[in-house]
């Protein structure tokens, strides 16, 4: 997947991807569809995919990764 090999390249936790993730942040408003598992989580310092079934392949995690290439 682009998105898991995109994340997975030089991740140092930053954690923007999981604070701008909107499956993620509709579990936390309690609005929209409920997510059983986080989608993304920052794990020895890297964010890996737990949840791919749950990802709606948006983007945004990538985009507001500092170590995404413009």
């Keep these: ?3 898991d090999a995109t994340l997975r390249g030089d991740c140092f936790g930053c954690g ?3 604070a701008v993730c909107p499956m993620i942040v509709r579990k ?3 609005d929209g ?3 059983e598992e986080p989608i993304l989580k920052i794990k020895n ?3 890996n995919f737990i949840n ?3 990802c709606n392949f948006c983007g945004e995690c990538i985009r ?3 170590r995404t290439p413009p």
């Design 1 to 3: 997947m682009i998105i």
């Design 16 to 18: 923007n991807c999981l």
């Design 28 to 30: 936390r408003n309690g």
């Design 33 to 35: 569809e409920f997510v």
């Design 45 to 47: 310092g890297s964010s």
């Design 52 to 54: 791919k079934e749950g």
């Design 64 to 66: 507001a990764c500092p």
